[in-house]
């Protein structure tokens, strides 16, 4: 029985647009990946320090983005 194939025409746009979707998860398991380590303790302190935020709150931000971690701690994106 032969398979059936059937191929997809996207435009330009839309293949960046699937792209740029792609690196932007990349990003967000990126950064949900560095709570889960040794570095969790850190970004939560400062988090909880700097800004009142808990552990939950931050993983809930960085996954919505409008938190970022960095170095040093992590900034509060508007």
């Known amino acids: 029985m032969p398979i059936r194939t059937?191929?997809?025409a996207l435009t330009?746009?839309?293949?960046?647009?699937?792209r740029e979707q792609?690196?932007?998860?990349?990003r967000e398991i990126s950064a949900l990946g560095?709570?889960?380590?040794?570095?969790?303790r850190h970004v939560e302190s400062i988090?909880?320090?700097e800004h009142g935020l808990s552990a939950e709150e931050i993983k809930?931000?960085?996954?919505?983005g409008t938190i970022q971690i960095r170095a040093f701690g992590i900034d509060i994106l508007e």
């Open 22 to 26: 792609n690196r932007n998860r990349g």
């Open 34 to 40: 560095a709570l889960t380590t040794s570095a969790s």
């Open 47 to 49: 988090g909880t320090i």
């Open 60 to 64: 809930k931000g960085v996954a919505e």
């Open 12 to 18: 330009a746009e839309e293949g960046n647009a699937i």
């Open 6 to 8: 059937e191929h997809l």
